[in-house]
Every structure is written in structure tokens, then in C-alpha cells.
């Protein structure tokens, strides 16, 4: 009986057809054209009724066997492919957890504003408010009103950009000092004013012609040169390690009376002496004083009540003896490679 036959290789041509297949509307097609109402099955059972009983019954026997079969044979498929399509979709969207993680580039706190936060963290902790001022001051207030008149020798201290005779690249932050003591009309004050200066210096190793200053005013009754020793003490112990040690040398500054620089002590040889310190165990760090009385009442206070000290410590200066920085210039040339350095720096 040919339909016997037709039956019998259904299902090995079903299973080459079927290893094609991988897609599940493609596979639901399929199985209509075997299964379906017009399907292969129903074709050859189409010419049943012109068999004999006999024959239909075989026929019928052995094609229920097949559509079980091929039932069988599809929705194993069918499981083959859902399987295949969760397996595709935990691999894109498994997570390797070892794999090492994307390093976004980071910035980090240039040196110079790591040691002014450094400073200003330290002296608003003693008290000190935080004062800023104009970078183009006035030759008023950066020298007349600091006890510089104008043709006074001490101006030569500091080789100055002029905009015009009256206004100035300021060369120093104690400008800030005078702005602040007119504002506060003889009232006590406490403050620090760190900023940029100028001076017409040629660029190398120790020098730059823009370069920071963090300048300290302390005003109010019987302050004492003792009182800025200590405010300085804490700084040197503060910026460097807490074994320092501090000395005034007599010095001259037209705005304070007395000057003093102030050293300290050489963190490279312990104060034995060696090349950084060139052998004299101490190493000049800042400028400082008593306010001359002049200024005083030159900004509305009157000496015989209010006294009081000054400092100027120089940014670039103590930020290279802290971190052993033998050139200025590195400060400025923005290179990468020097400022990387400083990424972890707290
Ligand atoms: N302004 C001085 C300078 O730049 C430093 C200084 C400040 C000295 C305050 C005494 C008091 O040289």
C-alpha cells in the first residue's frame, strides 16, 4: 500500500526539515503543513475511503502512530528552541563580575590649592575668617596706605606692574589688610587673605613672575609678638611634621615695626645643617611683624588701643619644601606628569 509507504518516510523527512529550523513561527508553520487540515497527514488520508477495511485500519492504526510521533518530534523542537533562546538571552545579559571595571580619568588638586585649603582649614580653626581682595589694586592701598609713600626706596623691594601711576598688578596681599581694617573702622580682626601677586621677576627655578601669597592679620588689644609666634608655630607644625621648631630673625618691612623672618627648622637634616638649609639648619619661610603704627592710623585705628601682627607666607615656598619641589616653574607649565603626582595628596 503506497500510503503505507508515504507515512512511513514522513517523519525522517520531518527530521532533516526540522534540524533547518530554529525560529518558532517558522517551526508553527511547519507543523500545519504536516498536522494541518491540509497538512501531509491529511493529504494521504485523503484517498482513504477508496481502501478496503482492512487497509483503512492499518492505515488508520499506523497514522495515529505518525501524528503521535510527529506531535512528539515538535514539541520537542519546540523545547529545543525556547531552551536555545533563554540560553542566548542569560548569556547577553550575564554580568562577569571579575572582569576588571572601566577607569574614568579623575583630576586632582593642584598643590598650590591643596596647601591654601591646608592653611585656611588650619588658621579658621584658630579663629581667622577668610578675606579676599582685587588682584589690580591700587597704589594706595598696596603701598601708600602700608607705609610706602610713593618714591620711597623700600618700593624697589617689589618690581611692580603699573597699569597706569595709580593702578597696579598687586605685588603682595597685604593690600587685603588695609581694604579689611577700612571696612571694619577700628574693631578687633582676625583674618587671612590667601591670593595671586605679581612682580616683574624673570621666570627660573626660584622665581615666577605671578606667584601666591597667604597673607595674616591679627588685630585687637595686647596682642603681642608672642602671640605671633604661636600662630606661626602651629602653621610650621601644622604644613610640615610636629617636631618643628620656629626662630624670628630681625628683619624690615615698611608696614610692620618690628620685622621679623621667620625660619624654620630644616626637615632634611634635622637642624644639623646640610645642602637644603646650606648648613645653617633653618630655612626662611615667611615675612612678618608688628603693624607699624603708622598704617594703623593711616586705616582708622588708633595704636595706643588696638595693636596687632601681620604675615605673608609664600604659597609656592613652603608648598616646595613640603613636597621637595625643586622648580617653581612646574607649578605653571600645567604638565600632567608633575600633577599626577599629586592626586592622593591630602
Ligand atoms: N607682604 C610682604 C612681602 O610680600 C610680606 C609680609 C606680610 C611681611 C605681612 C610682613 C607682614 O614681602
Redesign the pocket.
Known amino acids: 500500500m503506497k500510503e503505507l509507504e508515504q507515512l512511513d518516510k514522513v517523519v525522517d523527512v520531518l527530521d532533516d526539515e526540522l534540524n533547518q529550523v530554529d525560529d518558532l513561527n517558522v517551526l508553527q508553520q511547519k507543523k500545519a503543513s504536516y498536522l494541518g487540515k491540509k497538512g501531509i497527514i491529511a493529504q494521504v488520508m485523503a484517498n482513504m475511503k477508496d481502501l478496503t477495511i482492512e487497509a483503512r485500519k492499518e492505515l488508520g492504526m499506523r497514522s495515529n502512530k505518525i501524528k503521535q510521533i510527529l506531535e512528539e518530534r515538535f514539541e520537542q523542537k519546540k523545547q529545543a528552541i525556547e531552551n536555545a533562546i533563554i540560553d542566548q538571552r542569560l548569556k547577553n545579559e550575564s554580568l562577569d563580575v571579575t572582569l576588571p571595571g572601566v577607569q574614568f580619568p579623575t583630576g586632582g588638586i593642584h598643590p598650590l590649592n591643596q596647601t591654601i585649603m591646608d592653611l585656611e582649614d588650619l588658621y579658621i580653626g584658630m579663629g581667622y575668617k577668610v578675606a579676599e581682595g582685587p588682584e589690580i589694586e591700587t597704589d594706595e592701598y598696596c603701598f601708600e596706605k602700608l607705609n610706602l609713600p610713593k618714591g620711597h626706596p623700600a618700593r624697589d623691594?617689589?618690581d611692580t606692574f603699573y597699569i597706569n601711576p595709580e593702578l597696579l598688578l598687586r605685588?603682595?596681599?597685604?593690600p587685603v589688610?588695609v581694604r579689611t581694617m577700612l571696612e571694619e573702622q577700628g574693631k578687633p580682626i582676625k583674618i587671612v587673605c590667601p591670593g595671586k601677586?605679581y612682580r616683574r621677576d624673570a621666570d627660573d627655578a626660584t622665581h615666577s613672575h605671578q606667584f601666591m601669597?597667604f597673607?595674616?592679620?591679627v588685630l585687637g588689644k595686647d596682642i603681642s609678638l608672642a602671640d605671633l609666634k604661636g600662630a606661626l608655630l602651629e602653621m610650621a607644625r601644622k604644613m610640615f611634621d610636629k617636631d618643628r621648631e620656629i626662630r624670628l630673625r630681625p628683619s624690615f618691612?615698611p608696614?610692620?615695626e618690628p620685622?621679623v623672618e621667620v625660619d624654620v627648622s630644616c626637615g632634611m637634616c634635622g637642624g644639623k645643617g646640610c645642602n637644603t638649609c646650606k648648613q645653617s639648619g633653618w630655612i626662611e619661610i615667611?615675612?612678618?611683624?608688628m603693624?607699624n603704627d603708622n598704617v594703623l592710623r593711616m586705616c582708622g585705628y588708633n595704636p595706643e588701643e588696638i595693636q596687632g601682627?601681620?604675615?605673608?607666607i609664600?604659597i609656592e615656598r613652603i608648598t616646595m619644601l613640603k613636597y621637595r619641589i625643586d622648580d617653581i616653574r612646574n607649578f605653571y607649565t600645567n604638565d600632567v606628569r608633575f600633577l599626577n603626582q599629586f592626586k592622593e595628596v591630602k
Do not use: R, W
Open positions: 623691594m617689589q605685588s603682595q596681599t597685604s589688610q601677586v601669597q597673607e595674616g592679620l618691612f608696614f610692620t620685622s615667611l615675612g612678618a611683624g603693624v601682627f601681620a604675615f605673608g609664600g
